[in-house]
Nanobody
């Protein structure tokens, strides 16, 4: 299993920014983020192919969030701008043995995930 450690969560005001960082113990074929808000189901947020750097963001965060990587260090970032209260959630970094699906970020596509980092927007 890939070990994943997230950091960077916290509290932000509406319109503010946070950057999440995920350090993986080894390279995977797909890395991404999903979140789970209070009383909500898990929701995919973004994916990135570590080999090609091809990325995907779900519609609800497009234009506000960016996923990027430091490939040499197996690190993935989620830059979150223009945060809204509905972005409040536990954010999980996740990986898959398989290539990322095109135009999709489904939590069930991942094999391993981290412990999560809380993001609260008020």
């Amino acid at each position: 299993h890939v070990q994943l450690v997230e950091s960077g969560g916290g509290s932000a005001q509406t319109g503010g920014s946070l950057r999440l960082t995920c350090v993986a113990s080894q390279r995977a074929n797909c890395m991404g983020w999903f979140r789970q808000g209070p009383g909500k189901e898990r929701e995919g947020v973004a994916t990135i192919n570590p080999h090609s750097a091809t990325s995907y963001l779900v519609d609800s965060v497009k234009g506000r969030f960016t996923i990027s990587q430091n490939n040499a260090k197996n690190i993935v970032y989620l830059q979150m701008n223009s945060l809204q209260p509905e972005d409040t959630a536990m954010y999980y970094c996740a990986t898959s043995h398989w290539n990322c699906y095109e135009n999709r970020a489904d939590p069930t596509d991942f094999n391993d995930r981290g412990q999560g980092t809380q993001v609260t927007v008020s």
